[in-house]
């Protein structure tokens, strides 16, 4: 089964981010070339990342979704929302329902399990609003 990650960098998502903030955004995509060969940049400030099959090779898809962070960090130190499912939709609305464990941390997750009824019962209960 396909999963994709989408990572949303809040402070490029802002109304005129700073050039220097903007223009470190390919490097941050070239960065996580070394975790997938297949990234996309959908817009300044959102990569989605086909993570299939990496468990084998990282480990669970939050250590896959802490190495793509890390990665990107290691360019720019931006806080990053990142989300987890088996299409790009699903990935962007987990990035969206991301919030951090702690106040200050760096990085926020959120995985849409795996499989149509696992995610039928995960977005039941999501507000409307949510949907494009």
Do not use: K
Request: glycine share 6%; with cysteine.
């Amino acid at each position: 089964m396909t999963r994709i990650l989408a990572l949303v960098w809040p402070d490029l998502r802002a109304p005129d981010p700073p050039p220097e903030l903007t223009a470190a955004f390919e490097p941050m995509l070239d960065a996580l070339d070394d975790l997938s060969p297949r990234v996309e940049a959908v817009d300044v400030g959102v990569a989605l990342v086909d993570v299939t099959g990496l468990g084998a090779l990282i480990g669970t898809e939050r250590r896959i979704a802490a190495r793509a962070a890390a990665l990107a960090r290691d360019v720019a130190p931006l806080s990053v929302r990142c989300g987890i499912g088996d299409n790009r939709w699903l990935a962007a609305l987990a990035a969206r329902l991301a919030r951090p464990e702690h106040p200050g941390a760096p990085a926020a997750l959120h995985v849409i399990p795996s499989g149509a009824a696992a995610t039928r019962e995960t977005l039941r209960d999501l507000a409307l609003d949510l949907l494009p």
